[in-house]
């Protein structure tokens, strides 16, 4: 009997970057918030940077968990798993700060969803843009095909070789004196 990769093997496929890439990217950003309102109260920027880094990957780290987790469970990829892990990340974050729990889960799933949706709808629409016309960077930067390469080195190779063979006349011509 053949293996088969289970239904949701497409959906979970690379959740480890996407979890590392938006835990990272939030530290990032909340170590810049931090170190930035640091400046302004004239206090210590390193540990107003490292608190902030911390706040902020952890959040991520408990919606993207959450996310991922529950797109594997659903084997679909919807807005649902991101209102699943604004509610997670949510409760957590008003339970730190000693709120109930249930309203920052629902704020939390709703900013989620509605994230989700937007950004969906707007990289939908960037996609249909790009299929017109190449971006800016495909225009100064273009990836060459394998066809094209090897055309340019055949290309290449036939000039050498007419450029060798007239000093190989002249040379021959030289020896023969």
Excluded at 29 to 54: C, D, I, N, R
Excluded at 78 to 90: D, K, L, M, R
């Amino acid at each position: 009997m053949a293996s088969s990769s289970p239904p949701n093997a497409v959906v979970t496929e690379g959740f480890e970057k996407r979890i590392l890439w938006k835990t990272a990217s939030a530290g990032t950003a909340g170590a810049a918030l931090g170190a930035f309102l640091a400046l302004g109260k004239k206090t210590k920027v390193l540990p107003a940077s490292l608190t902030g880094a911390a706040s902020l990957g952890m959040l991520s780290l408990a919606f993207t968990g959450a996310q991922e987790y529950t797109r594997a469970l659903t084997s679909s990829d919807t807005p649902i798993n991101a209102a699943v892990g604004g509610a997670a990340s949510g409760a957590l974050l008003f339970a730190s700060y000693g709120s109930r729990p249930v309203y920052g889960a629902a704020i939390m799933a709703a900013l989620g969803c509605s994230a989700d949706i937007l950004f969906r709808v707007l990289s939908s629409s960037s996609h249909s843009r790009q299929e017109d016309k190449p971006s800016f960077w495909e225009k100064i930067v273009r990836k060459t095909t394998d066809e094209e390469r090897e055309a340019f080195l055949q290309d290449r190779r036939r000039r050498i070789l007419r450029e060798d063979v007239p000093n190989q006349k002249n040379a021959n011509a030289s020896h023969a004196d």
